[in-house]
């Protein structure tokens, strides 16, 4: 590529900088994974009991919390729109970047055609209807927000995850008076290896549990893919993403805890709907209605933010060369339009099986391996670039990302214990997209590694200024 197309290039493919601050940043943390309070992780009281679940939990928050620490120092270091794709692509060369980067693709793109079959079940509880034409509405609009650019769609992002937070806390509120230690193990013992009324499907259900524990934080990690249209990276990201994190942990802890304990374990790790059920057990069924709408509107911040990363991620793969290059085009607003839209079609197209439980698997499959990916990322630049600028350094070091890389492969195993079926579909993706890069595009990347592409970046910016 010569340096004039290399400008050219550029030029129609950059985001618009200084669109978020920090908090907006943390809020974006927040709405990718808020929905996950409202349903799905009860499930893991059913295969492990609450015990069991909580030991899952616990061992979910350590890889989470020490993988965003990894992810914040090398954030800040590589402020680049791909997040972790490109955290991995400058520790570990092309192959490892697309790999992670395809990791992160699969989750991301999973993941919304998922939520939207919930969002569909919660429309027709409380509206009535369902099907096709619900999943096509809720991708038309949310979409059509995000092309009106990026600061629009993070402030509306914030609005929908405000109410999404305050249903949790009204619930917790409401629920603390009714809480009882003994409720928390009313789940029958099983004849498990180990099963004990702490763990009444003994160690095996732990191990089973661990992708529902994963529900708490699924997709916290994707605050860096918001790295370029921040106002001030170095510092902006890694406060966002940790500070996401640390609210994610308490609301964690709130749902866990009050839910289990208010109404039985043994009936939220049956229940679609756990904070309506528990408040209609605790007679506070005026409440229940409220938070059974504002539940939906916990869903649609998952979905609206996910559409919002992906598009991201998407963005940066093209506009290296790993997919598609004219995917990376911006329009007038420096809005990726093709990067949203594209993927918006196949996630649609997804949802029309109905199998939402089976995405979200896949989806975990796919966030496990690049967890791993980024946390051996971590380890890597710590040795092989030790005096690359850190304006935020990792509490703990290698240590830190080494836990994060332990707890991830865990967890995929975690997956493959759960729904082997997902596990295997999730790897005839991972061999479709390798068969694309070796045969096709790593002969026609932009740049090898994340420095080049800032360096090219930095020019064609520099152009537009002075034109």
Known sequence: MSEQLDKEYLAKRQLKRGSAGWILLAGLGVSYVISGDFAGWNFGIAEAGWGGFAIAALLMAVMYFTLVLSLAEMSAAIPAAGGGYSFARQAMGPTGGFLTGLAVLIEYALAPAAIVIFIGS???????????????AFYLVFIGIHLAGAGEALKVMMVISGLAVIAILATAVALIGDFDTSRLFDVAVSDAAGATEFLPMGWYGVWAALPFGMWLFLAVEGVPLAAEEAKDPAKDVPKGIIGAMIFLLFTALLVV?????????????????????????????????????????????SFFSIIYGYSRLVFALSRAGYIPQSLSVTNE???????????????????????????LAMAVVGATVSYALMALSHILLRIKQPNMPRPYKTPGGIFTSSIAFILSLLA???????????????????VIGAAYYFLYSKKHLVAKTPEEEFTMLAAAEADLSAS
């Open 333 to 359: 607003r420096k809005v990726p339009a093709r990067a949203l839209i594209v993927p918006g079609i196949l996630g649609f197209l997804a949802s029309l099986t109905g199998e939402g439980d089976l995405m």
């Open 412 to 430: 995929l195993s975690g997956v493959y214990a759960y729904d082997p079926r997902a596990f295997n579909y999730t790897l005839v993706l991972f």
């Open 122 to 136: 919660a429309v027709e509880a409380l509206l009535g209807f369902n099907g096709p034409w619900v999943y096509a």
């Open 257 to 301: 805890f009050l839910l289990a304990g208010a109404a039985g374990a043994d009936a939220m790790g049956k229940s679609a709907v756990p904070l309506v059920d528990a408040l209609n057990f605790a007679g506070h069924e005026t409440l229940g209605t409220v938070v059974n709408v504002l539940g939906l509107a916990g869903l649609i911040a």
